[in-house]
DNA sequence: AAATCGGAATAGACCGGTCGGTCTAATGAA
DNA sequence: TTCATTAGACCGACCGGTCTATTCCGATTT
């Protein structure tokens, strides 16, 4: 069995100066351009890197799309890893801490969204390895908060009778929505709103719906 | 009012026949590619018509997408018309409706999602008239469903402190977040889920996440 | 230490193909 | 006739990707 070099984000190598400045630079071009409007020239010239290098970095455009994502999800792990784990505040305050620390890395970024997503919508129709590991993603960030929900459902925070992967599954869903909402609007007013509804709705609650009151 | 019943993308004009064959197959198209990798080539291959055709009846290619757009909006109208305005029916299940007919509508177009949806994250980082544009789509979509939610909230279906403009633009946005995992699954379940939890949490109350059984 | 070697990395000219868009001419209906 | 529409050859620009050449740098040899 050969070895695979495609797709590997971990640290066995080095990884060269080169190669992580065009990944940083491909994630901030993949977030506001996606994956068809973003060219390799640019992404040469915004980074003055000789197109030799990239190549010998990357086999294709696709390929390096797919490693720019997995630093992504690298950092995705890293915040639930800094945020869920935290077993001194309750499981459902850790949740919420982890999409309000998101969200104000969606306005750091000048309200690009979530780069999971806009690959998604954008390549799900065209290519099955895109959608099948954009949909492993979702699938894997939702299984993290799925075990805080459930740490949550087992002290009573949530009712007994949840299925804590749907509503992991659906936290993920709205957020994704509500991201893209605040990505064409330019604030994070949706994204807000949703994290409100959706804290007070699985709580067991009142006062749903009951955000800023009518102008 | 004239009789055109496709769509009133223009003012009154007739709509020639090849410009609707080629908004019926560039909505297909712009569904399952996005815009930057739907080639004009083959749309016109796809439809058997000539480059000058379609360069007679659009001014260029953003002006094709935007009208397809159009023509998409008109059809979302026509189906926010015939759910919402049954005066014989709480305005609730008028509301699920809608997204029910939009759900069935997804599946039988192969779950490619929705076209606002998708192409919002596609060219909202890159075009100012696409973002503009597709934000007020969203707008007049959670508009037409907040007046519905003000009947349900003057029947006292719904909280009386609810604002119900919030909980529509809610509404809209959770939809578009689980449309692209179904469309990223190829399969209904995150549509079903969240029109659920929805409901169960906007007419205040029990059941929530008490979604299908875990297997 | 100096010389040498070899693969990793850089460098950029170059390529075929395709893109969106233009141009001129033929055609059709009023 | 007149003008909207169809028809498709054609264009320059740019795309992702290949190719050859060079440079860099640590390991090996002497």
Not at 62 to 80: N, T
């Given at each position: 069995?050969?070895?695979?070099?495609?797709?590997?984000?971990?640290?066995?190598?080095?990884?060269?100066?080169?190669?992580?400045?065009?990944?940083?630079?491909?994630?901030?071009?993949?977030?506001?351009?996606?994956?068809?409007?973003?060219?390799?020239?640019?992404?040469?010239?915004?980074?003055?890197?000789?197109?030799?290098?990239?190549?010998?970095?990357?086999?294709?455009?696709?390929?390096?799309?797919?490693?720019?994502?997995?630093?992504?999800?690298?950092?995705?792990?890293?915040?639930?890893?800094?945020?869920?784990?935290?077993?001194?505040?309750?499981?459902?305050?850790?949740?919420?801490?982890?999409?309000?620390?998101?969200?104000?890395?969606?306005?750091?970024?000048?309200?690009?969204?979530?780069?999971?997503?806009?690959?998604?919508?954008?390549?799900?129709?065209?290519?099955?390895?895109?959608?099948?590991?954009?949909?492993?993603?979702?699938?894997?960030?939702?299984?993290?908060?799925?075990?805080?929900?459930?740490?949550?459902?087992?002290?009573?925070?949530?009712?007994?009778?949840?299925?804590?992967?749907?509503?992991?599954?659906?936290?993920?869903?709205?957020?994704?929505?509500?991201?893209?909402?605040?990505?064409?609007?330019?604030?994070?007013?949706?994204?807000?709103?949703?994290?409100?509804?959706?804290?007070g709705?699985?709580?067991g609650g009142g006062g749903v719906?009951q955000?800023?009151?009518?102008?």
């Amino acid at each position: 069995m050969t070895k695979d070099a495609t797709t590997k984000t971990d640290a066995d190598s080095p990884m060269h100066a080169t190669k992580q400045r065009l990944i940083g630079a491909g994630l901030q071009m993949l977030l506001k351009h996606g994956y068809n409007d973003m060219g390799i020239q640019a992404l040469l010239a915004a980074t003055g890197t000789p197109k030799g290098s990239f190549y010998h970095h990357f086999r294709d455009k696709e390929d390096f799309a797919l490693q720019v994502l997995d630093s992504y999800m690298a950092a995705v792990h890293d915040g639930l890893d800094a945020c869920l784990q935290d077993a001194s505040r309750p499981p459902l305050a850790r949740v919420r801490d982890f999409f309000e620390t998101t969200q104000r890395s969606y306005r750091e970024e000048g309200y690009m969204g979530c780069l999971i997503g806009g690959l998604g919508q954008e390549l799900s129709g065209i290519s099955e390895v895109f959608r099948a590991k954009i949909a492993e993603c979702f699938s894997a960030i939702a299984g993290r908060i799925a075990g805080c929900l459930e740490e949550a459902r087992q002290r009573g925070d949530i009712p007994a009778g949840c299925n804590v992967r749907e509503l992991a599954d659906l936290l993920v869903d709205c957020w994704e929505g509500a991201a893209l909402r605040s990505r064409l609007e330019r604030k994070p007013d949706a994204l807000n709103t949703m994290l409100d509804f959706y804290m007070g709705a699985v709580a067991g609650g009142g006062g749903v719906g009951q955000g800023t009151a009518p102008a």
